[in-house]
């Protein structure tokens, strides 16, 4: 079967390849972070699982020869053995070899997603323990085909979005990190206490990963009275470290700042940043004013 590019997928899974197309697993071949912590692709063990053939192989994944610019792309997931695979079985233009199971099991993400997968699979305390697909490819009821006719011919059904992004599902709120401001006390001329970080449901570290640079920063900020910030403190939060917060841990972050006046607002934000701190994506954030 010959392997087609990505985008003539995209004639027929159209919503699905638009989705693919702005995610980190198109770009994870093409990245300038890939690129440059590759030395120029110099590291090739790094390359099956940043342009695999595919996943479905007892052994180590290889690279493609073909398309490497589209990164992870349909066929690594979805081509076994020259045959096409999804969570279900479909009558199209193509057959569809059903492979339910897998396919909605971290087992997947982790032929690729090793440490995370691994790091997964060792909570056992966890009842109600996301998957992989959970998190990172929402649910959603749409049609797996807008072009004509197949559109027409087959209904909605429950599928997945596929922006494997943690961007789409850690919104700034205290479902998956929660942020509390404790022990604090005031005087005229300082205010000092603790911020109490929670990982409450994300069911592996933050951050987490194998290779790269993956930081978490959590700040605490005194605001004035105008909004600017006028006392600072930050922690790093690393894997290689030993510092990423685990599944369900809790931890606490003592702070003390200088007032110059007896009205002021704390601000905490867990932050993902990039080694030249030119990418900052807001995990969590929690507003204390007194």
């Known amino acids: 079967m010959k392997s087609p590019e990505a985008e003539k997928c995209g004639d027929c899974h159209i919503d699905i390849y638009h989705e693919w197309k702005d995610s980190p697993h198109a770009g994870s071949y093409t990245s300038n972070a890939f690129r440059e ?3 120029d692709y110099s590291f090739t063990f790094c390359l099956g699982c940043h342009a695999p053939e ?15 610019e589209e990164g992870v792309n349909c066929n690594a997931c979805h081509l076994n053995d020259c045959t096409l695979a999804g969570p279900t079985p479909a009558r199209a233009p ?15 993400c982790g032929k690729c997603h090793v440490g995370t997968y691994n ?7 966890a009842e109600d323990k996301k998957t992989c ?22 209904p909605k059904r429950e599928g997945k979005q596929h922006l494997f992004s943690f961007q789409e ?30 990982n409450t449901g994300i069911p592996h570290s933050v951050p987490t ?16 009275k105008t909004g600017h910030v006028a006392g600072y403190r930050e922690t790093s939060l690393f894997v290689e470290l030993k510092t990423a917060l685990h599944y369900k841990e809790k931890r606490m972050i003592p702070f003390h700042f200088t007032l110059k006046d007896n009205v002021c607002t704390l601000r905490a934000r867990m932050i993902r940043t990039s080694l030249n701190r030119d990418i900052s994506i807001v995990l969590a954030e929690k507003i204390y004013s007194h």
């Open 37 to 39: 912590q590759t030395f």
């Open 94 to 108: 193509h057959p569809v070899t059903g492979m339910n199971m897998f396919y909605k099991a971290s087992e997947l």
């Open 133 to 154: 697909q959970d998190c990172h490819m929402p649910e959603i009821v749409r049609k797996l085909i807008q072009d004509e006719p197949w559109q027409k011919i087959y």
């Open 119 to 125: 790091v997964w699979k060792e909570i056992k305390d």
């Open 209 to 224: 990963g194998d290779y790269g640079y993956r930081e978490v920063l959590v700040t605490i900020e005194l605001l004035n």
């Open 169 to 198: 599902l850690i919104p700034v709120d205290e479902h998956m990190l929660s942020l509390c401001f404790t022990k604090i006390v005031q005087t005229e001329d300082a205010i000092e206490g603790a911020l109490e970080i929670t």
């Open 54 to 68: 595919t996943i479905f192989t007892d052994a180590s994944i290889d690279p493609r020869n073909i398309n490497v």
